[in-house]
Structure formats: structure tokens, C-alpha cells
């Protein structure tokens, strides 16, 4: 089945700089790549998706990237403020494939 | 308001003292997961449901039953409850056939622990 890592583990940053986060998966048939950010307390919540026909995606301050051949994607945060402090989670999945792989989540910490 | 809900919230409970742990989703989706949360583990998911009475094992099944006679409920059952149960879970619905079609939506987390 699909492995999925993140890194690293836990990544601070000054708020109003960017922060970037890295995944890697091992099955080649991977197709689609989510992102969800868990505030503290509370459920994750997607905030981007990116399907493997795509190289990047914006909205707004984040971003996602894919490298299909180098088997990563990255989320990238702009002009982080307080409110981007969470865990995120990346997770990936075949087409067709009924079960989502997730990484083990990277805390985020925007120093005020 | 679109919502997935869980019950209890928070339980303590012992070791062998059989539990269910409700999921309700408004949305009227196919698919229907769940998932334990555990320090440096991520989330790992336990089984999943593709629709009414079709249910498959996920990466953690052990120690868990789950049913899908109706679309909207997905109940998780802890027939003899165990302390490496002990964690948050998570209920997840989607639409379409699959997490890889749609957003997973999550209800806001049952956290267990078994003495």
C-alpha cells in the first residue's frame, strides 16, 4: 500500500515569512494529493488538493507543488500569520483507490 | 448545516466493557471512514465503508467492528475494549465513491481512553 512521509516534524517560523512542508510517497500510481491543516482541539479540515495532471496549485497564501518523478509534493505558506500555527497532515491515494494514505503530520508554529 | 457527528465525545471507560462510538452524516454520502489519532502516528485509518452494507478492513482493524446498514450512520464498535485503544477518533464521510473524488469531511473527534 501507499507510504507517505513528512518533513519535518515540527517547523517554526517568523510570522510574515514563508513556511514549506514536504511529502514523499512510495506508490507510483498515486494520483491525488490532499491537504489538511488541524487546528489545535479540533478536526482537520482540507485546505488544498492537487491531482497528478497538475504541477501546482494556488489559493490565496498556500500552495501546493508535485514532483511525479521524484515521487514529492510541498505545501507552501505565504506571509504566515498566527492562525497558520497547526499540524498539517499530506495524504495521497490512487485513483480508484478507496483508502487515503496519510503522512504523520507536521506542526507548524508562526512566532508572533 | 452539512455536518458528520460523533458520540460520546469523551469516554472513559474499562478494560473488556464492550462500546460504540456513533457517526451520523447529513450529507448524504457514500463513503464512510474511520480513524485513530495517536501521538507521532498521524492518522491511521481503522475501516471504511463504500456504501450501505460494504464495509473493508483499513490499516488498523484489530480490536474494532464496524456496520453500515444505513447510509448515514457508520457506528464504530470496541467489542472487548483494550488501553492500546486508547486514543482520538475520528469519523470521516465523503461524496462520490472515494476520498480520491472529494473532500473528506470529519466530525469533530470521540476521545477514548480505557483503564
Not at chain 1, 500510481?29 to 479540515?45: C, M, V
Not at chain 2, 465503508?49 to 480490536?63: A, F, H, R
Request: aromatic letters at 10%; charged letters at 20%; hydrophobic letters at 30%.
Amino acid at each position: 500500500g501507499e507510504n507517505v512521509e513528512q518533513h519535518p516534524s515540527t517547523l517554526s517560523v517568523q510570522e510574515g515569512d514563508s513556511a514549506v512542508i514536504k511529502c514523499t510517497y512510495s506508490d507510483s500510481a498515486s494520483n491525488y494529493f490532499p491537504w489538511y491543516k488541524q487546528e489545535l482541539g479540533k478536526r482537520p479540515q482540507l485546505i488544498i488538493d492537487i491531482r497528478s495532471n497538475v504541477g501546482e496549485k494556488k489559493d490565496q497564501r498556500i500552495a501546493v507543488t508535485l514532483n511525479k518523478t521524484a515521487k514529492h509534493f510541498s505545501l507552501h505558506i505565504t506571509e504566515t500569520q498566527p492562525e497558520d500555527s497547526a499540524v498539517y497532515f499530506c495524504a495521497a491515494t490512487p485513483y480508484g483507490n478507496n483508502r487515503l494514505a496519510f503522512g504523520k503530520g507536521n506542526q507548524v508554529v508562526v512566532i508572533p | 448545516e452539512a455536518q458528520v457527528t460523533q458520540n460520546p465525545r469523551y469516554l472513559i471507560t474499562v478494560t473488556g466493557k464492550k462500546l460504540t462510538v456513533t457517526c451520523s452524516q447529513n450529507m448524504n454520502h457514500e463513503y464512510m471512514s474511520w480513524y485513530r489519532q495517536d501521538p507521532g502516528l498521524g492518522l491511521r485509518q481503522i475501516y471504511y465503508s463504500m456504501n450501505v452494507e460494504v464495509t473493508d478492513k483499513g490499516d488498523v482493524p484489530e480490536g474494532y467492528k464496524v456496520s453500515r446498514k444505513e447510509k448515514r450512520n457508520f457506528p464504530l464498535i470496541l467489542e472487548s475494549p483494550s488501553p492500546n485503544q486508547t486514543s482520538l477518533y475520528f469519523c470521516a464521510s465523503s461524496s462520490r465513491t472515494g476520498p480520491n473524488t472529494g473532500e473528506l469531511f470529519f466530525g469533530e473527534g470521540s476521545r477514548l481512553t480505557v483503564l
